[in-house]
């Protein structure tokens, strides 16, 4: 499975970003994906999930109530809206496949990741 994630760039803080991660390789509508996000001299860290209907969502503290995951299976995408954004949430976020566990280790699929800066 190949992912590609889309969408990250510089925004001033309350303004709202949607990232969009295509999938290839393998039935898209079988898994589930996850968005992760890295920030400077920090680990990467679990933001959100979605089981493969979609039916379910999970979403870190720091991030619930104001991201939403949302996937479109006959795209084979995967998308994080992210709104009222704040200084603390720039990283690069990284779409994966295989979980909707907060743990890193239980994905099997890795995007590259696409950078996400929110200034004061």
């Known amino acids: 499975v190949q992912l590609q994630a889309s969408g990250g760039g510089l925004v001033q803080a309350g303004a709202s970003l949607r990232l969009s991660c295509a999938a290839s390789?393998?039935?898209?509508?079988?898994?589930?994906m996850g968005w992760f996000r890295q920030a400077p001299g920090k680990e990467r860290e679990f933001v959100a999930s979605?089981?493969?209907?979609?039916?379910?969502?999970y979403y870190s503290d720091s991030v619930k109530g104001r991201f939403t995951i949302s996937r479109d299976n006959a795209k084979e995408r995967v998308y994080l809206q992210m709104n009222s954004l704040k200084s603390e949430d720039t990283a690069v976020y990284y779409c994966?496949?295989?979980?909707?566990?907060?743990?890193?280790?239980?994905?099997?699929?890795w995007g590259q990741g696409t950078q996400v800066t929110v200034s004061s």
């Open positions: 994966a496949g295989g979980s909707a566990n907060r743990r890193i280790e239980d994905y099997d699929f």
């Open positions: 390789g393998r039935a898209f509508s079988t898994y589930a």
């Open positions: 979605i089981i493969w209907s979609g039916s379910m969502t």
